[in-house]
């Protein structure tokens, strides 16, 4: 069984999202890493994945994690929708949403992205809000806030671009 998620960056003005075709089988720790992808990032900033019913560590009820290597696809998503942060400290938190089940396609290799929009945001300027500012002075070279603001962010980074084949691609 195939679960194609709407994955989205929560906050993000304009809409960052990924729709992907995943095995329901697949491991959190697999998830987390096809989500890592699907946005661009490097996956050297710890993560965390909170569902309905509890996922991340709860310090109050001295609860341990679960552990994602364990718990499936299907299993988060027992009530349609989980988050997933990447980065503790920038907080780039993710809405994934169920949107249907699909058999598996004779052929097809997963997992795979099917749609999506936008470029994923430069991994270190702080965060939706952060990009948010970048944003903001991206095309503004004579921002007093320019240089600091764009530090981390490639010649030629290009916020309205989405490549669905390099992304496609990158998955496997």
């Known amino acids: ?12 003005v304009p809409p960052v999202w990924r729709r992907l075709d995943l095995p329901a089988a697949m491991s959190l720790a ?3 890493d096809a989500l890592l992808t699907a946005f661009g990032f490097s996956g050297e900033q710890q993560h965390l ?7 991340a560590a709860d310090v109050e009820a001295n609860l341990p994690a679960a ?3 364990t718990v499936t696809l299907a299993e988060a998503l027992a009530r ?6 990447y980065d503790l400290g920038d907080a780039w938190d993710v809405l994934v949403r169920a949107e ?20 994923g945001p430069p991994e ?12 903001a002075v991206l095309d ?14 490639d010649d030629g980074f290009d916020p309205a671009a989405f490549d669905l084949a390099a992304v496609d691609d990158a998955l496997r």
């Not at 069984?1 to 993000?12: G, K």
């Not at 058999?103 to 749609?115: D, F, L, N, Q, S």
């Not at 503004?140 to 962010?153: K, N």
């Open 80 to 85: 349609g929708t989980f988050q997933y942060r």
């Open 1 to 12: 069984m195939i679960v194609r998620v709407h994955a989205s960056l929560i906050e993000a």
């Open 30 to 32: 697999e998830v987390s």
């Open 140 to 153: 503004h070279p004579g921002h007093p806030d320019h240089a600091q603001l764009t530090e981390f962010v």
């Open 100 to 119: 249907k089940r699909l058999p598996v396609e004779p052929g097809a290799e997963y997992p795979r992205c099917v749609g999506g929009e936008r470029a």
């Open 67 to 69: 552990d994602e290597r």
């Open 49 to 55: 994945f909170t569902t309905p019913y509890g996922l």
């Open 124 to 135: 270190h300027v702080g965060g939706v809000h952060g990009y948010a500012a970048l944003l």
